[in-house]
């Protein structure tokens, strides 16, 4: 038995609460893809595709995020049914209910999710290898 079937991790409200997620990010990601496509065949007339444009550069970073939120509710449902639900990816210690109730998507333990000492805090930037450590245990990549 793993930590999440020994929680209470497994079972109908846990599936419901992500599928109603990836429904909830499929309307988003779909919403904003069509935005993206107007917008950008809106301006793309005169200067190109519009990708350049500020507005559809903002479209198309929405895009990207709702669709990463998608793939991390995806890989959710895809432990629920493995079993691993609930278990920290890391340490394999449970994760606690009320986390998994607001973040069901969550893959890391409060404890592994901490950014170490060593670890850069998110103002080190994006060019430093070593502060892609601090995202790691979120559930957005």
């Known amino acids: ?6 929680t209470g991790t497994v079972g109908p ?5 992500l599928e109603a997620r990836w429904q909830a990010y499929v309307q988003e990601v779909t919403k904003l893809s069509l935005a993206y496509h107007v917008a950008a065949a809106a301006v793309s007339d005169d200067i190109g595709d519009g990708a350049g444009q500020p507005e559809v550069a903002a479209l198309l970073r929405r895009v990207t995020a709702a669709r990463r939120k998608l793939a991390d509710v995806e890989e ?3 432990r629920l049914s493995a079993g691993t ?3 920290c990816e890391q340490c394999g210690s ?3 209910a009320g986390l998994l109730t607001a973040a069901p998507e969550t893959r890391y333990c409060p404890r592994c999710d901490a950014p170490s000492p060593e670890t850069p805090s998110p103002e080190a ?5 070593a502060g892609v ?5 979120r559930a957005t990549r």
């Open 76 to 78: 959710a449902l895809g």
């Open 1 to 6: 038995m793993t930590g999440g079937q020994s």
């Open 133 to 137: 450590r601090w995202l790691a245990g």
């Open 13 to 17: 409200r846990w599936r419901a609460l």
């Open 125 to 129: 930037g994006p060019g430093d290898a």
């Open 94 to 96: 449970v994760i606690p």
């Open 85 to 87: 639900f609930g278990s």
